[in-house]
């Protein structure tokens, strides 16, 4: 049985197993953007009192801002203006995946499989920037929370928090803290 097959199926049964009203905006309020790392799948949530219809969830690729206007700020200002939130939660994790690519390996694993080194060479300003990658994930998420505080699209009054995950044990670290930056302001 092929993959798309075993999802389907498997599909049919938890729909008849789990159907729960939940509506589009969030029960708490807030917007996690996190990893999409598999270790925080079922994981992260939980360790963050967090269930279905509590939270709006942005998932990347690192947890990285590559574009100030880009994906992740559309996606945040839809949660903030059109959805109520009212906090933004910033959660990276230990031992991501983005702070070890080798963007050499990656090129090269990218032009094996038919990407032409024109569309690779037209990616701004390199691939590893485009991409996202890191060497400290702490300064990563610190970073990030600075491009969000700063954006003029993100109210000041949201209160925008940093964290980092250790995907073994569940346990969360402050980086950010997003009241004390509202202090600050006061």
């Keep these: 049985m092929a993959l798309l097959d075993e999802v389907l199926a498997h599909n049919d049964r938890f729909v008849s197993d789990h159907a729960r009203l939940v509506t589009k905006v969030p029960?708490?309020?807030?917007?996690?953007?996190?990893?999409?790392?598999?270790?925080?799948?079922?994981?992260?949530?939980?360790?963050?009192?967090?269930?279905?219809?509590?939270?709006?969830?942005?998932?990347?690729?690192?947890?990285?801002?590559?574009?100030?206007?880009?994906?992740?700020?559309?996606?945040?200002?839809?949660?903030?203006?059109?959805?109520?939130?009212?906090?933004?939660?910033?959660?990276?994790?230990?031992?991501?995946?983005?702070?070890?690519?080798?963007?050499?390996?990656?090129?090269?694993?990218?032009?094996?499989?038919?990407?032409?080194?024109?569309?690779?060479?037209e990616l701004h300003p390199g691939l590893g920037e485009w991409l996202g990658t890191f060497k400290d994930g702490y300064e990563n998420i610190r970073r990030v929370a600075r491009v969000i505080q700063g954006n003029p699209l993100i109210p000041r009054d949201v209160p925008v928090h940093g964290m980092m995950f250790d995907p073994v044990n569940g346990r969360l670290e402050m980086l950010v803290n997003g009241y004390e930056r509202q202090s600050a302001a006061l």
């Design 27 to 121: 029960e708490k309020r807030i917007v996690l953007f996190t990893c999409m790392d598999t270790r925080l799948v079922e994981f992260l949530e939980p360790a963050m009192g967090l269930k279905r219809g509590d939270a709006k969830i942005i998932k990347n690729a690192g947890t990285t801002i590559i574009d100030p206007y880009g994906g992740v700020i559309r996606s945040l200002v839809v949660a903030i203006y059109a959805l109520g939130c009212e906090e933004i939660f910033i959660v990276g994790h230990q031992d991501c995946g983005m702070g070890q690519i080798d963007v050499a390996d990656l090129e090269q694993r990218m032009l094996l499989r038919g990407v032409a080194q024109a569309e690779i060479g």
